[in-house]
């Protein structure tokens, strides 16, 4: 499966629950997640997309210890069967 599938299959499974996954371009910020994950109610969370099997590179992990320091949700998926959870998840925060 391919990371283009899975990002996708985010995009429209966010959007069946009313929400909005923009891609999130950052310039000046390299190693940024792929996509913000708006939710109904105020729900945001950052979402990093990874074809099966492949992992961050050092500067995502980077920028993912700093978005959680500041509190927000970042998420690594690399499968379809994810995706459920980490909306749901999301849904419920806060």
């Known amino acids: 499966m391919r990371e283009k599938l899975i990002e996708q299959n985010l995009v429209l499974a966010v959007r069946r629950m009313g929400g909005i996954a ?6 000046g910020w390299a ?3 792929d996509r913000l994950v708006l939710l ?5 969370a950052f979402v990093e997309v990874k074809a ?6 050092p500067l995502q992990v ?4 700093q ?3 500041l509190g927000f949700r970042v998420y690594v998926i690399d499968r379809l069967e994810q995706i459920p959870a980490i909306l749901h998840e999301g849904g419920d925060a806060q």
């Open 52 to 57: 099966p099997g492949k992992i961050l590179r």
């Open 40 to 44: 109904p109610g105020g729900h945001l």
């Open 22 to 27: 923009p891609k999130f371009v950052s310039p």
């Open 62 to 65: 980077r920028r993912k210890g």
């Open 67 to 69: 978005l959680e320091a």
């Open 31 to 33: 190693g940024a997640p």
